[in-house]
């Protein structure tokens, strides 16, 4: 039986033979797919613009019918755009801005524009060093485009160099020790907010707020004024001092005028009760002599009355009377019965007349 010999090189063969129409297949099936999918992402990348959420679109055409910058200001989405130059979308922040002034760098905000102090001379002919920060928005981007430019030129040819020019038609109005007041430096800060905002409202930008965060002077002016405002603080100290002490005088004045109010009052109480105990006192012995002379009146009147009637006639048979019950409780009495002094108790007339009862009557 005869056999035929196959090398090596002719086995590869027919395995790279085999496998060929597979690769193929997927080649057309990954070309099918790609390609459509790179010609939309061509026409989207090409004839359409995103307009972010915190951005302005301004067109500008530059070939073709109405070149030029149009007025419409697009909003957030995709537009249509006509490519190779034809047109062009124009983009402008509508967020608020920062600028920040400043001769400290490390503490300045990140991702925002920074620029050097704000080098402003005094009205009494010292320098400060100003550090500012400004807050500012673009209100219409069709100006800004038409009167600025495009990109952030509205940065570098209108904020940054009216900035400081403002800053110092402002506050150099200011002596160097009123940038220590807080007040006036608000105020100052408010008016060169305006002198920026007469600046800049035409050309579509508006400023919304400037804070002076820090002030440098030089370091002997520095050192002048903070010796004086330490000798101010120390006036004000003593001020506050020699206030404080008239102060307590008069609390204490008031207090001790208050004491002796309250003991006077008390006095007063005390005598008003001991006058009115008095009173009452007089009154009752007032009352309990009146009493006692009603009482007093009334036996002088009883006894009266009662001699009265012992005079009238009939009296001497009462007495009689009476002193029978006197002589009923004696038992035996020895009496003179003979003499002058002689008494006869047996005889009740000469009884009568010994007691001078019997008035008409002579006694023996």
């Not at 990140?110 to 050097?116: C, H, L, N």
């Amino acid at each position: 039986m005869r056999q035929e010999y196959e090398g090596p090189h002719n086995s590869g063969w027919a395995r790279s033979s085999a496998k060929l129409p597979g690769k193929l297949e997927s080649f057309h099936v990954f070309f099918r797919l790609f390609l459509p999918a790179a010609v939309l992402f061509l026409i989207f990348s090409n004839f359409f613009v995103y307009v972010k959420p915190n951005e302005f679109g301004i067109k500008q055409v530059n070939i073709g019918f109405k070149t030029g910058i149009h007025p419409a200001v697009y909003e957030t989405g995709l537009h249509f755009l006509v490519p190779m130059g034809i047109e062009v979308m124009h983009r402008f922040p509508r967020d608020i801005q920062v600028l920040e002034l400043t001769s400290f760098p490390e503490s300045a905000s990140r991702g925002v524009r920074r620029e050097r102090a704000a080098h402003i001379q005094t009205s009494d002919g010292f320098f400060v060093d100003v550090d500012v920060t400004m807050l500012y928005r673009i209100e219409d981007p069709y100006k800004v485009i038409t009167t600025i430019g495009p990109g952030r030129l509205f940065e570098d040819n209108a904020i940054i160099p009216k900035a400081e020019p403002k800053l110092k038609e402002a506050l150099g109005e200011m002596t160097t020790e009123e940038f220590y007041n807080s007040p006036l430096r608000e105020k100052k800060a408010r008016y060169a907010m305006e002198l920026l905002n007469e600046e800049l409202n035409p050309k579509g930008i508006g400023v919304g707020h400037i804070l002076i965060r820090y002030f440098v002077y030089s370091a002997e002016i520095q050192r002048n004024i903070e010796e004086k405002k330490l000798k101010d603080q120390l006036v004000f100290t003593n001020q506050s001092k020699a206030k404080a002490a008239m102060e307590e005088a008069l609390l204490k004045k008031a207090r001790q005028e208050g004491e002796a109010n309250v003991k006077v009052t008390l006095e007063e109480g005390k005598a008003y009760v001991m006058k009115k105990n008095a009173e009452k006192d007089l009154y009752v012995r007032s009352k309990i002599a009146e009493a006692d002379l009603l009482v007093n009146l009334a036996d002088a009147r009883k006894t009266e009355l009662i001699n009265l009637a012992y005079q009238k006639s009939g009296a001497d048979k009462m007495v009689g009377l009476k002193m029978a019950e006197v002589y009923k409780g004696i038992d035996v009495i020895m009496l003179p019965s003979g003499g002058q002094y002689g008494m006869n108790p047996l005889d009740l007339e000469g009884t009568l007349r010994l007691f001078g009862v019997e008035q008409g009557k002579e006694q023996p």
